[in-house]
């Protein structure tokens, strides 16, 4: 197994038996979401944005407008903490105390820095799209210089990292068992339906495979 280094501030309290420091479990709930929350402090305050972001080796990719408070805030080299979470399932328990969610998530710290070379920036901007849908990149029309110059592409370091999850079914207390409720789990999942074309496509343009055969797992 090839365990992150748990560090004082990734070490789990709460619940340590659902905590995994295993880097390919870790790159596994990475590799599922599309979103993560990005907790930073600007100005002296607090805040988390949601965004999109990629895996790439061992670091996570960022981007977005060279314009976006967040982008300028981190690129500065700031403290921040990643998250990715992914929803299983809704626990039903007998009380209301012990509902629940099946879950996987990550948590993410460190620094984030600027991807500045052309060469790297183009491989981050691919694997961000790659991660989205695979096999879009090769389709589509390249970023040119003016959108290159635009963007802002960050890579945090995947090497301060914890994930937690929670599977199986509630766990009540031992006199609720008796209880004549109903009690389980509802399975979630994110699932790709039928895609619909833009209205403007051009009549001759058919659908890629890419885009037929997408299925998140
Ligand atoms: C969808 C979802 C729903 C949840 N619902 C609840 C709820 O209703 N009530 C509740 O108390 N908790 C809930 N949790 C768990 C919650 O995320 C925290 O783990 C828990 O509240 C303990 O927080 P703490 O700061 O005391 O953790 P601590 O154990 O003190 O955290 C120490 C370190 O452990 C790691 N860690 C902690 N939590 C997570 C995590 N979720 N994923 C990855 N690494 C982690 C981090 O590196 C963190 O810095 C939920 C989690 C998810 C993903």
Redesign the pocket.
């Known amino acids: 197994m090839n365990e992150i280094p748990r560090t004082e501030?990734?070490?789990?309290?709460?619940?340590?038996k659902r905590?995994s420091f295993d880097r390919e479990v870790i790159n596994t709930i990475l590799d599922e979401g599309f979103v993560c929350h990005v907790g930073f402090v600007t100005d002296d305050k607090p805040v988390v944005i949601p965004t999109g972001y990629a895996r790439m080796g061992e670091n996570l990719i960022i981007h977005g407008s060279r314009a976006s408070r967040m982008l300028c805030a981190l690129g500065k080299e700031v403290d921040v903490c990643v998250?990715v979470?992914l929803?299983d399932g809704l626990v039903l328990a007998r009380s209301a105390f012990h509902r629940?969610?099946n879950?996987r998530?990550?948590?993410v710290?460190g620094r984030a820095h600027a991807i500045e070379t052309r060469t790297e920036k183009l491989a981050a901007l691919r694997a961000l799209s790659e991660h989205m849908i695979p096999g879009r990149w090769d389709y589509v029309r390249e970023p040119n210089e003016r959108e290159l110059q635009q963007t802002t592409v960050l890579s945090v370091p995947l090497n301060e990292t914890?994930?937690?999850i929670?599977t199986g079914q509630p766990v009540d207390d031992d006199e609720d068992y008796d209880l004549p409720i109903w009690a389980g789990i509802i399975p979630l999942r994110l699932f790709a339906q039928t895609p619909v074309a833009d209205p403007l496509l051009r009549m001759d343009v058919d659908i890629p495979g890419h885009v037929r055969s997408y299925v998140k797992p």
Request: charge should be positive; proline fraction near 4%; hydrophobic fraction near 35%.
């Open positions: 501030r990734t070490t789990l309290k709460r619940l340590p905590g998250t979470t929803i629940s969610m879950y998530s990550v948590v710290f914890s994930a937690k929670r």
